[in-house]
């Protein structure tokens, strides 16, 4: 029982009521329902005959190449009555959907295909972003924005490498160079990079920048306080210069790496296209094979109509074609057995040895008896029918005795003045 109170149905609100309800009752004239007849149409496979062109033209598909189809498949499988033509449009329909089906399949591995092909047009992008030249020293004041591809990272590295290479041989120095130097080795700094931004940052302090701008009485002023006015010297200078050569040399090597990575990644994506993952890719699997195996249903109804109206013509219209309608069940009979016969057969067989292995597990000495006994039953029950035939004709015993012997040996009267048969 629910908690909230009904409203009261004032006359206001019932007004309002039927007049909202006159802007949403659908479609009326006979075009708008035609027109919303397909809107919740997706992939077409389950649409109503009537609709089917409709539905076919939604896909972009011509409905004049199923006729073309339709009529071709009449063709070949020769003329028939009402229900062969029925189970012929069944068949086109159903290729028709397998073939609607490949192009669908198409079109997911050309999608994939497309977006690996966005993620290198972007990739090359953003390789031009970062790739300029070293004489363009402005560039070190521009803050270009992160990439998370490896390639574009090192490239934008490199660049500002050989930038600041350039300034050092040319003995400019400013502090920006080891802000920017620092800023893209942040948490990966080695040994060679870290004397290479001690050097820098050495060269770039603005306190020897300064002195050097000072005069002469500036710098003594500074001398009596204990600051040492002159900047490191030519060895610091060509050692700087080494370890940025080395830097350069070894960022190229990660570099041309990275793009041979990349290179392999792309083809193996492409190749990867062919066989797409996911829930959708094994759903078009599972309807693919479905279709398959009701395609081949189609053609041996077909053909078995075929055979019957050669052998036996078709019954008059109004009359029993029970005999016919028989062969038909029994091809999708065997339709539907066929896929499940293997499965329960081994389980059957299964049971079985199951069965008779604990049989013999469990009675396997008296079954070697049994197998024994009954050979020597046998055995007896044919000397003893030879004996009395023998002892009829020596008139020992009667017919009456005879057919007793017949049934078991032991029935066999045995007198004292018999003669001993060995």
């Not at 050495?202 to 050097?212: E, K, V």
């Not at 050669?310 to 062969?327: C, I, K, L, S, V």
Request: aromatic fraction near 4%; proline fraction near 4%; charged fraction near 30%.
């Amino acid at each position: 029982m629910s908690l909230r109170k009904s409203p009261q149905l004032t006359p206001a609100l019932l007004a309002a009521a039927r007049n909202n309800a006159q802007h949403s009752t659908g479609p009326r004239s006979a075009a708008a329902k035609q027109n919303s007849k397909l809107n919740a149409l997706k992939h077409g496979g389950r649409v109503r005959d009537e609709n089917r062109c409709q539905a076919m033209l939604a896909l972009g598909e011509d409905p004049g190449q199923f006729q073309t189809l339709t009529q071709e498949l009449m063709s070949a499988f020769g003329p028939g009555d009402a229900l062969w033509e029925k189970q012929v449009e069944d068949l086109a329909w159903l290729y028709c959907r397998r073939e609607r089906l490949e192009r669908a399949q198409e079109g997911v591995m050309r999608r994939a295909l497309q977006a690996i092909d966005d993620w290198q047009h972007r990739r090359k992008q953003e390789m031009a972003r970062v790739t300029f030249d070293a004489s363009q020293h402005e560039m070190l004041n521009v803050n270009i924005s992160e990439s998370t591809d490896r390639g574009v990272a090192l490239r934008k590295m490199l660049s500002f490498l050989e930038l600041v290479r350039e300034e050092v041989k040319q003995r400019t120095f400013r502090v920006r160079q080891y802000a920017v130097l620092e800023s893209l080795y942040e948490g990966t700094t080695g040994w060679r990079q870290a004397l290479m931004f001690r050097l820098l940052h050495r060269f770039s302090d603005p306190m020897y920048l300064d002195a050097q701008q000072a005069d002469e009485e500036e710098r003594q002023s500074l001398r009596k306080i204990g600051f040492d006015c002159e900047p490191p010297g030519e060895p610091e200078h060509q050692e700087l210069l080494r370890l940025l050569e080395e830097e350069i040399a070894s960022v190229g090597e990660e570099f041309e790496y990275a793009e041979k990575a990349n290179e392999e990644r792309a083809a193996i994506e492409r190749d990867a296209c062919l066989a797409p993952e996911g829930e959708t890719w094994r759903m078009m699997l599972r309807q693919e094979a479905a279709l398959d195996r009701s395609i081949d249903r189609k053609v041996r109804i077909l053909l078995r109509l075929r055979k019957e109206s050669a052998t036996h013509p078709a019954a008059p219209p109004g009359q029993d074609d029970g005999a016919r309608m028989e062969n038909i069940e029994k091809v999708l009979g065997s339709d539907i057995t066929s896929e499940n016969s293997q499965s329960v057969g081994a389980v059957e067989d299964l049971k079985l040895n199951e069965q008779r292995g604990n049989v013999i597990e469990n009675k396997g000495s008296s079954l070697e008896n049994r197998v024994q006994s009954g050979n020597i039953i046998e055995n007896k029950c044919t000397y003893a029918q030879n004996a009395g035939m023998l002892l009829k004709r020596k008139g020992v015993i009667g017919n009456a005795e005879l057919r007793a012997t017949s049934k078991w040996p032991s029935a066999l009267p045995v007198s004292d003045d018999a003669p001993c048969l060995r």
